[in-house]
């Protein structure tokens, strides 16, 4: 059964990005929350490798980067699954995948599980979209599609957010929390 975002306790919306200092599984740089932060809007998304709701949506992933960041918005991926519980997650398998699939942004390494326990993720895609303040805008499901729903990833909860912020309106209030597998907390 998945698991939702709403079955944990998480940042408020309004709530400032909590500070990181990850290991990008691509360049192997250490890349802290202001290398990756954009005064236009910034998105953090905790995915991995097995789950079958982020290979359903990597494609979308990577079109909604390629859409937004030419106008300003930054995007990093995080991953926190224990790599010995599942082996397809750990960094080196990380890499191979951020190649495989294009992603053009960086994909972090949680190894301490912190980060993801300070941003209150649960599953795997959750997405966490800050705005030019790195106050919590939106905090929610990419699209509401779902693995053999017959349906493509659009993103499109995603791409309302991030035009409400890039339009200087206000994100809509009413978020449905993501949906996925959950993340893989260590013993």
């Given amino acids: 059964m998945p698991t939702t ?5 998480t940042l408020p919306l309004g709530a400032r990005a909590p500070e990181f200092a990850l290991t990008d599984t691509v360049s192997g740089r250490t890349m802290r929350l202001a290398d990756v932060q954009s005064s236009r ?3 953090i998304l905790f995915i991995c490798n097995h789950c079958p709701y982020v290979k359903h949506v990597d494609r979308a992933l ?3 980067a390629n859409d937004y960041m030419p106008r300003g918005v930054s995007f990093v991926a995080i991953s926190a ?3 010995a519980q599942y082996p397809e997650d750990a960094p080196d398998k990380m890499r191979a995948e951020a190649q495989r699939v ?3 942004f960086p994909y972090l ?9 300070s941003y ?3 599953c795997t895609p959750d997405t966490f979209i800050f705005d030019g303040d790195m106050k919590l805008a939106y905090r929610g499901q990419l699209d509401d599609t779902r693995p053999n729903s017959g349906r493509p990833a659009t993103a499109a909860d995603a791409r309302a957010a991030l035009d ?3 339009s200087c309106q206000p994100v809509n209030p009413i978020q449905k929390p993501s949906v996925g597998c959950s993340i893989k907390w260590k013993a």
């Fill in 81 to 83: 699954n224990d790599p």
């Fill in 41 to 43: 809007a910034t998105v």
């Fill in 5 to 9: 975002s709403e079955t944990n306790a």
């Fill in 102 to 104: 294009g992603y053009p």
């Fill in 164 to 166: 409400a912020i890039l």
């Fill in 120 to 122: 209150g993720a649960v």
């Fill in 62 to 64: 990577v079109d909604l």
């Fill in 109 to 117: 390494f949680d190894e301490t599980q912190e980060v993801a326990r």
